[in-house]
Structure formats: C-alpha cells, structure tokens
C-alpha cells in the first residue's frame, strides 16, 4: 500500500476523529479525559475483551490496548508481568487487533495500540496500519520509537486515518520538546502524552512535585497547534486524576488496573474494573 498525506482540514471520517470528539466532549463537560491502559489477553484473551468493555461502561474516554513484548523496556513489573501472562497465553500481533476489534464492534470508545516497534517491523509497517483501522482502531503509542525515526510509522498511520502520539520525559529539553510537538503537528493530530516522571511505569502513592510546572512548559508548545495533554505513568486513585486533570488535559492509568484484576477472582474483575473506573471519572 502506498502511503500518502491527509488533509488534515478534513479528518471528521477518520478513525483519529474519535480521539479528538473525546478532548473535545469533555473539554466542554468541564472535566479531563480518563484513559485507562489494559494489556491485550491479560488475564486471557476472551477476559481481556470484557475487562475493556467494562472499562468502555464505566465511563472511560478513551483506552489503550497494550501489545505485549518480550523486552518491555518502559514497563514497570505489574506491567512486565501482565505481558509475560499474555504471551504465554499466546497473545500476538494478530490477537491483538482481534481484541480490538471486538471491543470496536460494541464500543464506540477510542482505542489506542501501545507497544514496542519490532513487533510492528516485524508485522510489516504498512500491513500493521492498515490492519489496525480496519479493527477500530484510532492511533498508536510506541514509547521505544523517538520522534526523529517516526516518519515511516507516522506516514502509514496517517495515510490510514490514524493518529501517532507522542511521548515526552520531563528530562527533556526545551528544544527537544518543540520539535516532538513540530512532529506531532505534522501528523492526523491526537495528543501529547506527558511522562510524569523518568523511569518505568508503576503505581505511586504521590505524584511528582515538578508534574504541573513540566506540563505548563510543555502547553508552552501545544497550546499553538491545539494539542491536548494527558499524563502518564504512576497514576492510581481518584486523588491522583482529580489533581492532574486540573492542568493537563487527560490521564493515564495502567498499573493500577493490572493490580485490580490481580485482586479478583475472574468471575468479579469485570464489575470490579467498571467500578474503578466509575471511582476515577467521579473523581474528575
């Protein structure tokens, strides 16, 4: 398939449009958008696609689907663990989009595909884009792949509708930061996805001091091109979303979920997920 840019003036059909309906839906509620990230095929597969479902009717915005690898270099141990379990459990590429696609068939809930870029080079760059839209999909997250390497990605997501999000460390530098956003300007638009602290993923019980004065430098870069923010990594309580979504635009939980499903037995994690989730909107 033969990659060609998008008018970016008219992307309403595109499955990136989804992820932007969402900022924009609760921009105008008054609140921030709750993302929660679930591995696909964690605990199994078939699980997996109820847990999301749950997430969907417990009110979340948007949700991240994630791909698990055998070398999750971002990934905290809840995380590694969850990937470990589905790839055992034979999780793949392939799987993962059929989850996708399952979820899209009775969700109308954004979803994102998170994970590692060999994988997708192996899979075949264009054939995994095509195949994600074809699924339900609306944009990608590939915290492995810097900004100066994406333009092949990037090209295949947007020649299929999707958006490429962006990671930004609060390591980075000022300039660094400009030109991760100039990328992701250039591109079907989703949003910057703000690292709350540097290392892997996990839960914490209090979040990083620094958290709102990185975000504010980062929207001194956003806020011309009208990219949302949301933040990632560490997140957990209601406490935790009500504080972040006063000054970035969405939030990020993962581990914590992973913990949750943990903690129940399979025939309760379904109504237990949808609860927490209905915990953390409440919290917004």
Do not use: W
């Amino acid at each position: 398939m033969q990659s060609t840019s998008v008018d970016k003036t008219n992307t309403g059909d595109m499955p990136a449009a989804k992820i932007t309906h969402a900022f924009a839906k609760a921009k105008q509620q008054r609140r921030g958008v709750l993302i929660p990230y679930f591995m696909c095929g964690y605990p199994t597969a078939a699980q997996s696609v109820e847990i999301v479902l749950a997430a969907a009717a417990g009110g979340a915005d948007i949700i991240e689907l994630g791909m698990p690898f055998s070398d999750p270099l971002a990934d905290g141990a809840t995380i590694q663990h969850a990937g470990q379990t589905a790839l055992e459990g034979g999780m793949t590429i392939k799987g993962c989009m059929e989850v996708a696609q399952q979820v899209s068939a009775h969700s109308d809930v954004p979803l994102l595909l998170m994970g590692y870029y060999n994988p997708i080079l192996s899979f075949g760059i264009e054939r995994f884009c095509q195949t994600a839209a074809a699924k339900g999909v609306s944009g990608l997250i590939i915290p492995d792949l810097p900004h100066e390497e994406a333009g092949p990605l990037q090209a295949a997501a947007q020649a299929n509708g999707l958006a490429l999000i962006f990671l930004i460390p609060p390591t980075a530098s000022d300039e660094r930061i400009e030109r991760i956003v100039q990328t992701a300007a250039n591109g079907i638009r989703g949003f910057i996805y703000c690292v709350s602290l540097s290392g892997v993923t996990g839960s914490r019980s209090a979040l990083p001091e620094h958290l709102q004065q990185f975000v504010q430098r980062v929207r001194g870069y956003t806020k011309e091109h009208n990219l949302p923010i949301a933040i990632g990594f560490g997140l957990s309580t209601p406490e935790h979303i009500a504080e972040v979504t006063r000054f970035a635009d969405g939030a990020v939980v993962g581990s914590a979920l992973v913990n949750l499903i943990d903690s129940h037995s399979e025939n309760e994690q379904v109504e237990a997920v949808r609860k927490y989730i209905q915990s953390l909107r409440s919290g917004m």
